[in-house]
């Protein structure tokens, strides 16, 4: 059984920063791509960032050049530094490991960018 835990979320002005983190623990095993997704009220879940095995990375337009995706392999961790956050990055932000055996998410943390 794997546990997928996201934590990091919170209130935050526009023009701030947030780091969220995610980790995985329990059976896990060989784990490739870690994504970053998020949902908002009323819309379908949008995938943010991704990072491969590789730490090749892959990010949304609308977050490119302010948010950054990483990885601790060592940690089973995979954290989102969000920066210049705008009031439409409000969401539930979720992550994913992608692993041999299965792909698992965690329950979300609330990120909500208001003045």
């Known amino acids: 059984q794997v546990h997928v835990v996201e934590s990091g979320g919170g209130l935050v002005q526009p023009g701030g920063s947030l780091r969220l983190s995610c980790a995985a623990s329990g059976s896990i095993f060989r784990v490739g791509a870690l994504g970053w997704s998020r949902q908002a009220p009323g819309k379908q879940r949008e995938l943010v960032a991704s990072?491969?095995?590789?730490?090749?990375?892959n990010y949304a337009d609308s977050v490119k050049g302010r948010f950054t995706i990483s990885r601790d392999n060592a940690k089973n961790t995979v954290y989102l530094q969000m920066n210049s956050l705008k009031p439409e990055d409000t969401a539930v932000y979720y992550c994913?490991?992608?692993?041999?055996?299965?792909?698992?998410w965690g329950q979300g943390t609330q990120v909500t960018v208001s003045s």
């Open positions: 990072i491969t095995s590789g730490s090749s990375t």
């Open positions: 994913n490991f992608q692993t041999l055996g299965g792909s698992y």
